[in-house]
């Protein structure tokens, strides 16, 4: 195949890939609204810029915008910016003509041509080079481009979509992104939660990915019992939905001995106070309840290392209350080692440990 060919995947293609809307959105609430803007723009031409951690599915999504778009019947064409020297973007993007440079020996199309009425995805676009970027923007403005090495001007009609997991307001402070750039890219953007935030949503994606796993490794798996599906919802999932559907891909190969099962019971058993295990037998509900207590006491506590044990700050960057902080400072038991920091604080920096607030 070349390589063409293997950017290129067809309508039909991408339809059996996609997973069913209800698996694809879930029940949570922040899918709910991802669903229903992702509904309003698909069938526009409109620029979309998905923003999320990595592994939370975004080109997924771009896909299913793709499929649900007018240019459902072209191409999807992606390009992963990040793993594209900026040396050679320009010719992936662009191409080039016979004897542009050295090794140049047949024409080639970039991949802008190659999405002409269809769907560009560029991903991970923070990772874009300035020059790169100012390439990009030259195109976008008016859709028009020269292959290297060509004076012919050529012009495509293309849906952009973009994704990152960078915050591009972010970047364009440091200066590494350009803002005419983002306001091109950026005429909707999609917030993609990570799985965390989506609790809800881990056993339906769970199933999904056992079915899924099953029939590519034409293998029957045990079904995930209720205990594993609660610890699953306990866990804190850095890799988001990539993380989940490899632990479930080790579930079907590996079996329930060195699958998920073992892997979920380690780590939440390994935040907890051992008290709570007694010979074995743990009671599913406290054992949730104490995981999340013991991890919410680590993060509060980190929180106030952070601020210099100054409270109303600690909540401002936990993004609560300062009552809420107070309420859980006692309830995790850091109400009497906050004051004895505090006064040594004081000690150092002598003042009242009223100021800490
Ligand atoms: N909502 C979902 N339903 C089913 N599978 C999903 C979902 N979101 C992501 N996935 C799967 O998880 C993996 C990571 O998703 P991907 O779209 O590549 O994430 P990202 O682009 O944000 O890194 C892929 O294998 C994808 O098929
Ligand atoms: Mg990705």
Same mark, same amino acid.
């Given at each position: 195949m070349s390589a063409e060919q293997r950017t290129k995947t067809t309508s039909t293609e991408l339809a059996n890939a996609l997973p069913p809307d209800e698996v694809l959105f879930g029940r949570s609430e922040a899918m709910k609204e991802v669903r229903k803007r992702a509904a309003k723009i698909a069938g526009t031409s409109i620029a979309v810029l998905l923003y999320g951690?990595?592994?939370?599915g975004k080109e997924l999504l771009a896909r299913w915008i793709h499929s649900h778009?007018? &240019?459902?019947?072209s191409h999807f064409v992606k390009v992963n910016c990040a793993a594209i020297p900026g040396t050679l973007l320009e010719s992936e993007l662009f191409g080039y003509e016979k004897g542009?440079?050295?090794? &140049?020996?047949e024409p080639k199309p970039g991949r802008v041509e190659l999405a002409h009425n269809g769907t560009l995805f560029l991903d991970?676009?923070?990772?874009?080079?300035l020059a790169s970027q100012s390439k990009l923007l030259q195109f976008l403005q008016d859709g028009c481009f020269s292959r290297i090495g060509d004076e012919v001007e050529r012009s495509v009609e293309t849906r952009l979509i973009c994704a990152t997991d960078k915050d591009l307001d972010e970047e364009i402070v440091k200066g590494s992104f350009r803002a005419d750039l983002y306001y091109r890219i950026n005429v909707v953007c999609l917030k993609l939660p990570p799985l965390r935030d989506r609790r809800e949503d881990i056993p339906l994606l769970a199933e999904h990915f056992l079915v899924r796993c099953q029939e590519q490794f034409k293998k029957q798996a045990e079904p995930l019992s209720m205990e594993t599906l609660h610890y699953m919802q306990c866990m804190?999932?850095?890799?988001n939905i990539r993380e989940l559907s490899n632990g479930i891909a080790r579930h079907v190969l590996l079996g329930p001995t060195a699958s998920i099962t073992e892997e979920v019971t380690r780590s939440v058993t390994s935040s907890l106070p051992s008290a709570s295990i007694r010979e074995g037998v743990v009671p599913l509900k406290s054992l949730c309840k104490e995981a999340i207590r013991a991890s919410e006491k680590n993060i509060i506590l980190s929180a106030l290392r952070a601020n210099h044990w100054n409270r109303r700050k600690a909540a401002q960057e936990l993004k609560i209350s300062y009552r809420l902080l107070i309420y859980k400072i006692r309830d995790a038991g850091l109400a009497a080692k906050r004051k004895s920091m505090a006064s040594r604080q004081e000690d150092e920096a002598g003042r009242s440990p009223s100021a800490a607030d």
């Open positions: 951690p990595k592994g939370t778009s007018a &240019a459902c019947h542009a440079f050295t090794g &140049a020996r991970g676009i923070a990772d874009l080079d804190e999932w850095p890799g």
